[in-house]
């Protein structure tokens, strides 16, 4: 069994930053690509920031050049670095992992965690 973490949420003034952190723990040969989400209150759920097992990585126009996702393969986590927050980043982030579980044959399986809340005061 694979489980994904989150951690790092809380209450910031905007203009303030936050890290998050999303865990991988279990059964695990490898984690590929990784993506935060988040879902405002009465909203869908939005990609925010992917990253690939090389280090690509790719972010929704609202945050570009705000928000900083990287990795740690070693530690199979995934951070999200969030600088000049806004109120309107108010939301549970998510994180979700594309997950090698078995490499004979191999099988790949998507994992999402429980979320982490985000809460932007002006």
């Known amino acids: 069994q694979v489980q994904l973490v989150e951690s790092g949420g809380g209450l910031v003034q905007a203009g303030g930053s936050l890290r998050l952190s999303c865990a991988a723990s279990g059964r695990i040969f490898s984690v590929n690509a990784v993506g935060w989400y988040r879902q405002a209150p009465g909203k869908q759920r939005e990609l925010v920031a992917t990253i690939t097992s090389g280090g690509s990585t790719n972010y929704a126009d609202s945050v570009k050049g705000r928000f900083t996702i990287s990795r740690d393969n070693a530690k199979n986590t995934v951070y999200l670095q969030m600088n000049s927050l806004k109120p309107e980043d108010t939301a549970v982030y998510y994180c979700?992992?594309?997950?090698?579980?078995?490499?004979?044959?191999?099988?790949?399986?998507?994992?999402w965690g429980q979320g982490t809340q985000v809460t932007v005061s002006s």
């Open positions: 979700n992992a594309n997950v090698v579980i078995a490499l004979t044959p191999v099988r790949r399986n998507d994992y």
